[in-house]
């Protein structure tokens, strides 16, 4: 008896062949998940994180901090109905967006600034100010 070592392989592309055609049955209720591009700059007394997030608005986006990670959610439902005549068009678009960032510990979460112009979110983070404590030597 002879095994083909691909055969698994080839049913998994056949099995996803399937998931993809069963997606695009459904044109008129589509989610679409992504990932927002990201830059975090250390800038000494701070740190500023930059988030691309085209094709929201300011109220979509929620900005928090959970176990010492800054977290950026967004989401943006959508819907459109066209009538004209007979003929009824509705399409209906969500997108969600989720970036958990680690951030270093000793910064201020009392003092976090943000700013969201033309689809870009600017956060502010200042880092914590500390004190030089010097040890006299014996």
Known sequence: MFLDPFEELRRMQERFNRLLEEFGKFPETREFRFSAPVDVIDEGDQIRVVADL????????????EDGDLVIKAE?????????????RRERRMGKIYRRIALPAGIDTNAVKAKYNNGVLEITIPKEKKDRKTVQIE
């Open 54 to 65: 085209p094709g929201f608005n300011k109220e979509d986006l929620e900005i928090y901090f």
């Open 76 to 88: 943006k439902k959508e819907e459109i109905e066209e009538k004209r005549g007979e003929y009824l």
